[in-house]
């Protein structure tokens, strides 16, 4: 499944607005906003979740799902979630 934000992520590696996602994909400006601002997992007409994956992965996007491993080549990013953060003692306390 495809999630708002991993969605707008792709978008964010290629540099695209969702303009540019629309033409690439042949789905309506307004259909990719209402995608993007759900919450969870996108929902939609899974012809346009489709050709939006499509766009996406020919553009050189890999979608990779949630405990799902990549094979592929090239750089990236992957959400995870988050551990508790934890600052060094020098960093807890005021600057010198």
Do not use: F, H, W, Y
Request: charged content about 25%.
């Amino acid at each position: 499944m495809l999630t708002a934000p991993q969605l707008r992520a792709a978008r964010a590696l290629l540099g695209i607005d969702q303009r540019e996602l629309s033409k690439l994909s042949d789905v309506s400006l307004a259909t990719i906003q209402r995608m993007e601002a759900s919450e969870g997992n996108v929902r939609g007409v899974v012809d346009s979740l489709m050709k939006i994956v499509g766009a996406l992965e020919a553009a050189g996007v890999e979608l990779i799902g949630e405990n799902m491993r990549s094979d592929g080549g090239g750089r990236g990013v992957r959400l995870r979630q988050p551990a508790t953060l934890k600052l060094p003692p020098a960093a807890e306390g005021s600057a010198p």
